[in-house]
């Protein structure tokens, strides 16, 4: 009986251990921080929510960040299109008009930061005849680039493909307005024949997008087949660049003359890049970043501040139980580790079920963005959580820990 009643009270940390000095293991602070924090689980709920959706919240975004600005990039022509910059020589600057070689365009694209490059080829004063009627337009032969580069999306039917470009393909896009003018609405057209210099090209979409409103007259075709079967057409001398962030512009357009100069004449060359729109793009998701930031920082710290407030009542509340600790031999440094500990668990406890959201989170939006998260990134963010929770733990339980340890005992048993 006797031995019974010392082991219960040597699991219950009144008593020392049978070996060394110290009242408390290593493994009996982890057990028993784990049994304080699971009996007041309902006191400690808020906070530990608040700590890991901060963490949560930290690794999705400093993890997914490269690719969540990616996918922000696809979307600035409603912004100015400041991703996109065009190079094209001007003819008024020389005796005579250049145009961009093959091996040019190869070497643009290749480019660090480069994320598309494309080509026009315009025709003015092209005309149909459609049920007797001649229609005019403008002809614009293009690569299959020109659709992502600018964003454009299928209005009705589809936007034709890289393979049809390769191929060759009697397929055209047409301009909203011109469908319009000729079949009578856009949806018609789908599917129709349009004759163009005694040659039947199937209609196979209508151009939609943001900017597609200054396209409403025009007919698309792949730049390989306007080059075979459309006569007096131009040469190519634009090229349009699109960078796979706003970060990369600066760069991209640095190296851009260069590169042209490498490859062939750059007389007249002309770089035009919307570096006012660019700036606006970079202040507006700097202040976007900061609030998030801010907002994690803030939930994070929230919580540390919770759980100091929730160690400080449990350090006055338990008072006559660190009193009783220390009348059975318990020494200061056992009462501030097991208070610590309990701090630590909390914080611990939330920072893995942060870790585990914020995996959930990331494997969301990897598959909402068609890409796949940086593992590398993800560690290292999964390290920080983990050291941060150190931290944050010890700042916030130390001073109730030591308040705790620090009580006289005499003072503690009598404290009601």
């Keep these: 009986m006797a031995n019974t009643t010392l082991y219960n009270l040597r699991e219950a940390g009144f008593l020392p251990p049978d070996r060394g000095t110290r009242l408390l293991r290593f493994l009996d602070l982890l057990r028993i921080s784990g049994r304080e924090v699971v009996r007041k689980r309902r006191r400690y709920i808020g906070v530990m929510a608040a700590i890991a ?18 996918n922000f990039n696809n979307d600035l022509d409603l912004l100015g299109g400041a991703t996109i910059m065009a190079a094209h020589f001007d003819p008024q600057m020389y005796d005579r008009q250049e145009w961009f070689r093959e091996g040019t365009i190869k070497a643009v694209s290749d480019i660090p930061g480069v994320r598309d490059v494309t080509t026009i080829r315009l ?5 149909t005849t459609f049920q007797e009627k001649v229609y005019g337009f403008n002809l614009v032969g293009i690569d ?27 397929v055209c896009v047409l301009g909203q307005d011109l469908a319009k003018t000729i079949f009578g609405s856009e949806e018609s057209s789908i599917g129709q024949l349009i004759s163009i210099d005694n040659n039947l090209y199937h209609v196979v979409g209508i151009i939609g997008g943001v900017r597609a409103a200054d396209k409403s007259l025009m007919v698309f075709l792949p730049i390989t087949t306007a080059n075979d079967r459309i006569p007096n057409i131009s040469e190519i001398s634009s090229l349009y660049v699109r960078c796979n962030t706003w970060d990369d512009v600066p760069p991209v357009a640095a190296a851009l003359p260069g590169v042209i100069k490498a490859h062939q004449t750059d007389h007249g060359l002309r770089i035009q890049v919307a570096w006012e729109p660019l700036k606006q793009v970079q202040r507006m998701f700097w202040w976007v970043s900061l609030f998030i930031y801010a907002s994690i920082g803030a939930t994070l710290v929230l ?3 919770g759980i100091w407030n929730i160690m400080m009542a449990a350090v006055s509340a338990r008072t006559r139980e660190i009193g009783l600790k220390k009348a059975m031999g318990a020494e200061d440094s056992d009462i501030l580790w097991q208070f610590l500990f309990e701090a630590l668990c909390v914080t611990f406890t939330s920072s893995f079920l942060g870790v585990l959201i914020g995996r959930i989170g990331i494997e969301y939006m990897s598959h ?4 796949s998260p940086p593992e590398g990134l993800f560690l290292l963010c999964l390290l920080a959580g983990l050291a941060f929770a150190a931290v944050l733990g010890v700042g916030s339980g130390l001073y109730p820990s030591i308040r705790a340890s620090r009580m ?7 404290y009601e």
């Design 368 to 371: 909402m963005l068609g890409s």
């Design 303 to 305: 919580g540390g501040f």
């Design 144 to 170: 299959a680039n020109y659709w992502s580069l600018f964003s454009f999306t299928p209005r009705f039917g589809r936007l034709f493909t890289a393979k049809e470009v390769a191929e060759g393909s009697t």
């Design 408 to 414: 006289q005992v005499v003072d503690a048993m009598r």
């Design 53 to 70: 959706l901060g963490t949560a919240g930290f690794i999705t975004i400093v993890t997914m960040g490269r690719n969540l600005k990616a």
């Design 123 to 127: 025709r003015s004063n092209a005309t």
